[in-house]
């Protein structure tokens, strides 16, 4: 009986330890969440505005074009800038503002030059339309002249 008994006790402690990845890695973060917030770390990279000033050094803004937010992203990133993206849903075409934090100043300026260098490359870059390069192509064979194709039938005997 005894040994029955120890041997249910081994047996349900075995199941009860047992952790699967997914429990274990949900623990980590939410581990983590909690030692950020005891510490009050601040948030890099992307945040909501509310984070961004919440860090108390002051934001400036800037407007960003709608159709390079990514390019935008990815300069911000590499710079380590903290930015906060707020659309301005007003207008026809959305407009993009983001804020920096203020203290940030020699990176934003960094990270403005390399994004309006980019944004003068791609606009110098910019190729002509697949449609309008066929309408030309039509307007071209239609100019040449056509050639004429001869029927005639030999007799051969």
């Known amino acids: 009986m005894n040994d029955e008994v120890s041997e249910k006790s081994v047996h349900l402690a075995f199941r009860v330890g047992r952790v699967s990845a997914v429990?274990?890695?949900?623990?980590?973060?939410s581990f983590l969440r909690h030692r950020r917030e005891k510490r009050m770390l601040p948030k890099e990279g992307k945040q909501t505005v509310k984070q961004l000033i919440k860090?108390?050094?002051?934001?400036?803004?800037?407007?960003?074009?709608?159709?390079?937010?990514?390019?935008?992203?990815?300069?911000?990133?590499?710079?380590?800038?903290?930015y906060a993206i707020v659309k301005d849903k007003t207008a026809d075409p959305p407009k993009y503002t983001?804020?920096?934090?203020?203290?940030?100043?020699?990176?934003?300026?960094a990270v403005v030059k390399e994004y309006s260098a980019k944004m003068v490359k791609r606009e110098k870059k910019e190729k002509p339309r697949i449609l309008e390069q066929l309408r030309k192509i039509k307007e071209k064979i239609a100019m040449q002249p056509r050639r004429v194709k001869e029927k005639y039938k030999e007799n051969v005997r």
């Open 98 to 109: 983001c804020f920096f934090k203020a203290k940030d100043i020699d990176a934003i300026t």
């Open 55 to 82: 860090q108390g050094q002051g934001a400036s803004s800037m407007e960003v074009g709608g159709e390079s937010m990514r390019t935008f992203k990815k300069i911000a990133n590499k710079y380590g800038v903290d």
């Open 23 to 29: 429990t274990l890695w949900r623990g980590l973060k």
